[in-house]
T-cell receptor, first 114, second 114 residues
């Protein structure tokens, strides 16, 4: 059964730092991997989706990489800002089931201090 | 509207009552998903629709939970004989197709069962 783990559970950094969030999954046979952001009391905002054939995706200050063979993905945030404070979640489709059935990690709660 | 909308935003009910939660997906999205999120956890898959049919309902916890999407657009999640353990945030998402496209989430309905 696919399991998704995110480390660390929480992270606090000063403004301007570059940082890396980690996501690992137990079954490397994934279709794709998606990173989300969740603000307190809100729904999820899709940040990046990496297809299984891709190594990375970039959007602005965000860069997500995917290494299927090692079961890992990282989300790199450059020049962090207080507005980046949120919980970041990664998710992969349940390969044994439908592609629509996403399995999520518990998230990394990021706090960027001004 | 441009995004996924969910109503109500909050629902408080008593144990044993029946509740309905509504989701309006992004126009043109054929796939619709329901997830449940407890505090400090990532979302947990419940069911997903492709068009009007439930393509995967493997996440529904028991037969008290039921969902419909009669016209392939709006969906309703129905919970009978609510229990305190049903308290959570219920999230709805939609995507253009279920394969390889990002899921876009609504703000959620916070259900509290007293």
């Amino acid at each position: 059964k696919q399991e998704v783990t995110q480390i660390p559970a929480a992270l606090s950094v000063p403004e301007g730092e570059n940082l890396v969030l980690n996501c690992s999954f137990t079954d490397s046979a994934i279709y794709n991997l998606q990173w989300f952001r969740q603000d307190p009391g809100k729904g999820l905002t899709s940040l990046l989706l990496i297809q299984s054939s891709q190594r990375e995706q970039t959007s602005g200050r965000l860069n997500a990489s995917l290494d299927k063979s090692s079961g890992r993905s990282t989300l790199y945030i450059a020049a962090s800002q207080p507005g980046d404070s949120a919980t970041y979640l990664c998710a992969v489709p349940n390969y044994g089931g439908s592609q629509g059935n996403l399995i999520f990690g518990k998230g990394t709660k990021l706090s960027v201090k001004p | 509207g441009a995004g996924v909308s969910q109503t109500p935003s909050n629902k408080v009910t008593e144990k044993g009552k029946y509740v309905e939660l509504r989701c309006d997906p992004i126009s043109g999205h054929t796939a619709l998903y329901w997830y449940r999120q407890s505090l400090g956890q990532g979302p947990e898959f419940l069911i997903y629709f492709q068009g009007t049919g439930a393509a995967d309902d493997s996440g529904l916890p028991n037969d008290r939970f039921f969902a419909v999407r009669p016209e392939g657009s709006v969906s309703t999640l129905k919970i009978q004989r609510t229990e305190r353990g049903d308290s959570a945030v219920y999230l709805c998402a939609s995507s253009l197709t279920p394969e390889g496209t990002p899921q876009f989430f609504g703000p959620g309905t916070r259900l509290t069962v007293l």
